[in-house]
């Protein structure tokens, strides 16, 4: 099976995708979009991408995409523990660093970090932290640093300058799995944590009181809400959908019943994914 990732080698992306797939075509993807758009050209059968960290929130791009532009549901998803290094090139010969690179949300889980040490050196973003380490070290002339994690180090023979160096200790990204078939060929080793279904609800417009009656509709029911979020519709100012996950598996009465229940409100309902989380252990995540 072909597995789709947001490269190159040595992302976080990959260590959740090698969490969830003992085996396959492990193939990676400059950009979370061409992940995905491999997954609807059948270039893969699945694709693994971020959709929130523990520190920085939503992967908007991922949301985003998944949302308005490639539709695929969601077929599982894993939690993989987080830890940011600042890896130098071992060939550079000098002590000060000009820049740091890396993947946005990994610049933002250091920001306490950059601020104590290198208050004055500038950021450049880039697609990955897989990425920033690749670029580091193909340009062992530039006074440079990436923000990547160990297995980053290794696959670029970077040395790691700084350990550690995320704000927040339990720093932890979600991933999620999109594929157009369901499989059962995933998961072997994963621990199991949790089965999720997410809906997607677009609210009527000038309906006073509206997103209290949504919410009523799973409390009665006892549904317990994991997450709720909203993001632009992108039709105009102030125009917004909320994703909601949803703790449990789709099942024939309970999560129907919340769907007609709030269709009959004038809202739009649609059910983005129901699948089985996973997380992945710290000793596991260093073992990739
Ligand atoms: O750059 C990577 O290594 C990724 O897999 C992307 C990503 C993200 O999108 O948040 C994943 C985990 C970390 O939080 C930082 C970056």
């Not at 973003?125 to 897989?130: E, I, R």
Request: charged share 20%; aromatic share 10%.
């Amino acid at each position: 099976m072909k597995i789709g990732f947001l490269g190159p080698k040595g992302t976080f992306t990959e260590m959740a995708a090698r969490g969830l797939f003992e085996k396959g075509d492990f193939l990676p993807f400059r950009t979370i979009p061409s992940c995905m758009d491999a997954v609807a050209t059948e270039e893969v059968q699945v694709a693994v991408v971020p959709i929130e960290n523990a520190i920085e929130g939503s992967v908007n791009m991922t949301l985003d995409y998944l949302i308005h532009k490639q539709r695929l549901p969601i077929i599982g998803g894993i939690t993989v523990p987080i830890e940011q290094h600042l890896l130098m090139n071992p060939d550079y010969q000098g002590s000060k660093i000009d820049k740091i690179v890396s993947h946005p949300h990994a610049i933002a889980q250091c920001h306490e970090f950059l601020q104590n040490y290198y208050p004055d050196t500038e950021w450049e973003y880039m697609n990955s932290t897989g990425a920033a380490a690749e670029y580091v070290k193909n340009h062992p002339e530039l006074a440079i640093a990436a923000i990547a994690n160990e297995r980053a180090a290794q696959e670029y023979g970077l040395k790691m300058a700084h350990t550690n160096i995320h704000d927040f200790e339990n720093n932890g990204t979600s991933f999620v799995v999109l594929s157009k078939e369901p499989l059962n060929v995933l998961y072997e080793g994963a621990n199991f944590m949790e089965d999720k279904t997410t809906l997607m609800v677009t609210l009527p417009s000038d309906y006073s009181g509206a997103l209290h009656q949504v919410l009523s509709a799973f409390a009665w029911r006892k549904l317990n809400l994991k997450k709720i979020e909203s993001r632009p519709t992108k039709t105009g100012l102030g125009n917004y959908f909320f994703i909601i996950d949803v703790e449990g598996a789709m099942d024939d009465v309970l999560i129907p019943g919340v769907v007609s229940e709030v269709e009959a409100l004038g809202c739009g309902v649609e059910i983005l994914g129901s699948y089985p989380c996973y997380t992945m252990a710290k000793n596991k995540a260093k073992s990739f």
